[in-house]
């Protein structure tokens, strides 16, 4: 990754490492998005309690993600200092990180229930959120350990595998979805529930294919197979001062990360109490709104890596030149969505659900979401390219 001679270079050098994650991004909100859609044509009901469900799973998720998330911009730094053999010393501390966060947040989804209560949710959506987080809950440990391997691959510049993850993660749930909401294949009729199942089954699918790909060339030369030398605070294992660097730059973005998820979450809720098409409308508004961020969140995350690598090569023009570049795309990305979303909203919300009462109220919704896409993609491509520093 040398110096881009000029904007238009760099821009094609984000895009070359930035499209397979966006894809990667983009066949997980595909996931998201037949979760919601098949549940909905399942019945209304079971798409609230999805919907609620996943008001509880995603900002945990988040959270504990986030704090490991960290491992990619110090992965580019020691690869851009030409220092990749010590990325595998981070990613054994950000795998003790992960597994330990991966317990946290089981316990947090198996007693959310009381949340529901607090909301007023309707009683058949909370009785299927509950059930959904349960099921998802069982691949949770899994979906935390393959983020740190995902995140490391990323951070050295190796966006493709995790991509091809993905798209095979995205079928294979296609199919436990169908097989599990609505009992086919010899599979009991699960409704809602049925996609916590499929969640977790492909959880545990990404983490042993992320470890198969670990053994690529390129994953082992960062000594992640190999036994390190630890310096600093050991024990057991445990090296406390690489955990520390890895929280202090961690926490606050998974801290980010779960107060944004949490106020979508928050007004899910309060939504919920509602009913169920409120809710339900509300649910395909809100999965848009993420859907519309994929790209630039990934945009984000590659000139983060871009920026990470020229910092760790002590170039910082370089590395302030890229996070321009990123501004400007993000701001004509922001605008083009925003009209995209005012001329074609009927027929997005249609996509998915077949309720009038359900499409017209999401249509409704995603006027407002139109609105603010300038402010949320800008920052969200910026908040990404600051993590790179």
């Not at 010393?89 to 089981?106: C, D, E, K, N, R």
């Not at 925003?338 to 249509?363: K, M, N, P």
Request: charged share 10%; hydrophobic share 55%.
């Amino acid at each position: 990754m040398g110096r881009a001679a000029s904007p238009w270079r760099e821009a094609g050098a984000l895009a070359r490492l930035g499209a397979p994650m966006a894809a990667t991004q983009f066949f997980i909100m595909a996931m998201g998005f037949m979760d919601t859609a098949m549940a909905g044509h399942y019945a209304s009901a079971h798409l609230a309690g999805v919907a609620v469900g996943g008001n509880v799973l995603w900002p945990v998720y988040l959270l504990f993600a986030g704090c490991t998330m960290s491992v990619t911009p110090i992965a580019a730094q020691l690869a851009g200092g030409g220092r990749v053999r010590r990325v595998g010393a981070v990613v054994h501390q950000a795998l003790i990180v992960g597994a330990v966060a991966g317990g946290l947040g089981t316990v947090a989804l198996l007693n959310a229930q009381p949340l529901f209560a607090v909301f007023g949710i309707d009683p058949e959506a909370a009785d299927v959120g509950n059930r959904y987080l349960r099921a998802a809950a069982v691949g949770f440990p899994a979906g935390l350990c393959y983020i740190v391997l995902r995140y490391a691959s990323e951070g050295v510049g190796r966006t493709v595998g995790p991509m091809v993850i993905a798209g095979l993660a995205l079928v294979m749930n296609a199919g436990l979805n169908y097989a599990l909401i609505y009992g086919k294949f010899g599979a009991p009729e699960l409704g809602g529930e049925g996609c916590g199942w499929a969640t977790a089954a492909v959880m545990w699918f990404e983490l042993a294919a992320i470890l198969v790909l670990s053994r690529f060339r390129y994953f082992r030369e960062t000594g992640l197979w190999r036994r390190s030398r630890r310096h600093g605070r050991t024990f057991a294992g445990l090296d406390f001062g690489e955990i520390g660097r890895i929280l202090r730059i961690g926490l606050p973005i998974g801290l980010t990360s779960f107060v944004g998820m949490g106020l979508f979450a928050i007004v899910g809720f309060l939504v919920g109490s509602l009913g169920v098409v409120p809710l339900a409308a509300h649910s395909i508004a809100t999965h848009l709104n993420w859907a519309t961020f994929v790209l630039p969140m990934s945009l984000g995350a590659a000139a983060g890596i871009r920026i990470g690598f020229r910092v760790g090569a002590g170039d910082h023009d370089g590395a302030a030149a890229v996070a321009r570049v990123a501004f400007v795309i993000a701001l004509c990305y922001a605008l083009t969505v925003s009209i995209t979303l005012v001329l074609v909203r009927d027929g997005i919300a249609a996509v998915y659900s077949g309720d009038v009462a359900v499409t017209e109220l999401a249509a409704a919704l995603i006027l407002i979401i139109a609105v603010y896409q300038v402010f949320d993609v800008v920052q969200g491509t910026l908040a990404g390219a600051l993590r790179g520093y």
